[in-house]
Every structure is written in C-alpha cells, then in structure tokens.
C-alpha cells in the first residue's frame, strides 16, 4: 500500500511543492513547525534512511541543504533545523525549517491547523527564492 507520501507525489492528495525533480520532491509539512517547514521526501518509497540506495540520501541531503539555505535567507533564524524521524510515515523524509530555539524540534508543538494563506505564502516564497538561486529547473510551478 502507498504511503501517504506517495499519494502526495502521485498527486492523489494535495501538496505545496517547492521542489521537484527525478529523485526527490520538497513540499510544505502540513503540520509545520516553523514557516516554510519543507519535507524533502525520495520519489522511491524506503522507510528508514539507511537502507536508501547508494546515492539517494546523499541527495536528498544535497537538497535538504539547498532549501535550508533559502529558509535561512528568507525567515532569518538563528538556525536552520535538519530532522529525519520516521515514526511519523514509513517513507524517508528529511525535515528542514527555520528555529529560534530547541522548542523548534518539538513535534508536540507542530502547528494542527496552520493558515492556509501563510502556507501558500511561505511555498511561494520558498519557490522564488529557489528560482533566484538558480534552481529553476527544479522548482515546480505550485
């Protein structure tokens, strides 16, 4: 059975994707932890990170990386957090969002009901400046 994830990917549910291409997409957590909380997740299901074949985790990171520098450029915090837990979906995903402090890895502290508007907002913000990084190619439309 398809997880979650992959009913994402497959567009059987919607998803805020910043980033798309034949390996891994990014998209917004719907249950985010901080503004532009991305989930870069393999198009590939593997449920722990280290059975992912050769290759695709370095990338995943590589592009877990280049979103973290554009949330780093856009909501300025002190850091930007890098998480990959799994007990949420059986389907490897890094988690990358702004954090101003410990609390920002609290999974209990995750917004339930974010604003729809300040989604769309921070995925269009995200997606610009991905494209202004030079990362076009990679950056769906929405």
């Given at each position: 059975?398809?997880?979650?994830?992959?009913?994402?990917?497959?567009?059987?549910?919607?998803?805020?994707f910043?980033?798309?291409?034949?390996?891994?997409?990014?998209?917004?957590?719907?249950?985010?932890?901080?503004?532009?909380?991305t989930?870069?997740?393999?198009?590939?299901?593997?449920?722990?990170?280290?059975?992912?074949?050769?290759?695709?985790?370095e990338?995943?990171m590589?592009?877990?990386?280049?979103?973290?520098?554009?949330?780093?450029?856009?909501?300025?915090?002190?850091?930007?957090?890098?998480?990959?837990?799994?007990?949420?979906?059986?389907?490897?995903?890094?988690?990358?969002?702004?954090?101003?402090?410990?609390?920002?890895f609290?999974?209990?502290?995750?917004?339930?009901d974010?604003?729809?508007?300040e989604?769309?907002?921070?995925?269009?913000?995200?997606?610009?400046?991905?494209?202004?990084?030079?990362?076009?190619?990679?950056?769906?439309?929405?």
């Amino acid at each position: 059975m398809a997880t979650v994830f992959t009913k994402i990917i497959n567009g059987d549910i919607p998803g805020r994707f910043v980033w798309a291409d034949d390996q891994v997409v990014g998209f917004l957590s719907i249950n985010p932890l901080g503004p532009g909380h991305t989930l870069v997740v393999p198009r590939v299901e593997v449920d722990q990170w280290i059975d992912a074949p050769t290759g695709l985790f370095e990338h995943a990171m590589s592009v877990a990386r280049t979103i973290g520098t554009v949330v780093r450029d856009v909501w300025q915090p002190p850091r930007v957090a890098l998480m990959i837990a799994g007990f949420e979906v059986p389907h490897l995903h890094v988690h990358v969002h702004p954090a101003w402090g410990l609390e920002a890895f609290d999974f209990s502290r995750a917004a339930t009901d974010p604003d729809p508007d300040e989604m769309d907002d921070a995925a269009r913000r995200l997606r610009e400046g991905l494209t202004d990084a030079g990362h076009g190619a990679s950056v769906p439309a929405s």
